[in-house]
Nanobody, 127 residues
Framework: QVQLVESGGGLVQAGGSLRVSCAAS????????MGWFRQTPGKERDFVAA????????YYADSMKGRFTISRDNAKNTVNLQMNSLKPEDTAVYYC????????????????????WGQGTQVTVSS
């Protein structure tokens, strides 16, 4: 079965950096664009970033531009999210997800369009 397993979450001070990763198995990884979302208690899951199947196209939520970088390694079936200049408001559970659709920035921001989800990894940024 399909599994997406996030790792790399933890506690970091404001201004610091953290890298979260997602390992995929049970699917043909190169056929899926990949996205990262995040969620805080009592709120909806918000789009963070997405990357196309081949890694040539990326898209970020406005508040992450310039601070976060999404990348993928199709040989290792992994997708990463490098987070710099972290702020306390970045505290959330971060989820990776896979989407098997033609790349479109409007498509990849919508949670409902994704086919598979990981269990999430907690990122806590202290002030």
């Amino acid at each position: 079965q399909v599994q997406l397993v996030e790792s790399g979450g933890g506690l970091v001070q404001a201004g610091g950096s953290l890298r979260v990763s997602c390992a995929a198995s049970g699917l043909t990884f190169v056929r899926y664009a990949m996205g990262w979302f995040r969620q805080t208690p009592g709120k909806e899951r918000d789009f963070v970033a997405a990357i196309s199947r081949g890694g040539t196209s990326v898209y970020y939520a406005d508040s992450m531009k310039g601070r976060f970088t999404i990348s993928r390694d199709n040989a290792k079936n992994t997708v990463n999210l490098q987070m710099n200049s972290l702020k306390p408001e970045d505290t959330a559970v971060y989820y990776c997800a896979a989407i098997n659709r033609v790349w479109n920035s409007m498509t990849v921001v919508a949670e409902r369009n994704y086919d598979y989800w990981g269990q999430g990894t907690q990122v806590t940024v202290s002030s």
